[in-house]
């Protein structure tokens, strides 16, 4: 995966865009990328998932979380991060 670090983008072909940084920037590019089937922190490891969708949501994105089982020595549950915004990116910045 890229190593994005910025990303301008449009939640309305007319409307204003925005831009995102760093980890936020790295986070919206993996949830485009996914599409329908979305990111699971299990997926693409980083520390801090939910701070993430916490602060795409405050931008205005539609982010849902789906609550997954998984099994193994530590059982339990973790979030699938779906975007559900249509999302225009206008540009993205790797290092």
């Not at 995966?1 to 760093?22: N, S, Y």
């Not at 205005?60 to 779906?82: K, N, P």
């Amino acid at each position: 995966m890229a190593d994005v670090i910025r990303v301008t983008f449009r939640l309305d072909a007319e409307g204003p865009a925005f831009t995102v940084k760093g980890r936020m920037a790295w986070a919206l590019h993996a949830l485009v990328e996914a599409g329908e089937r979305g990111c699971t922190p299990i997926d693409r490891p980083a520390p801090r998932w939910s701070d993430y969708i916490f602060k795409l949501r405050k931008a205005g994105l539609t982010i849902e979380t789906l609550d997954e089982a998984h099994g193994g020595a530590y059982s339990g549950s973790h979030g699938r991060y779906v975007l559900r915004s249509p999302v225009q990116v206008i540009e993205e910045a790797q290092r």
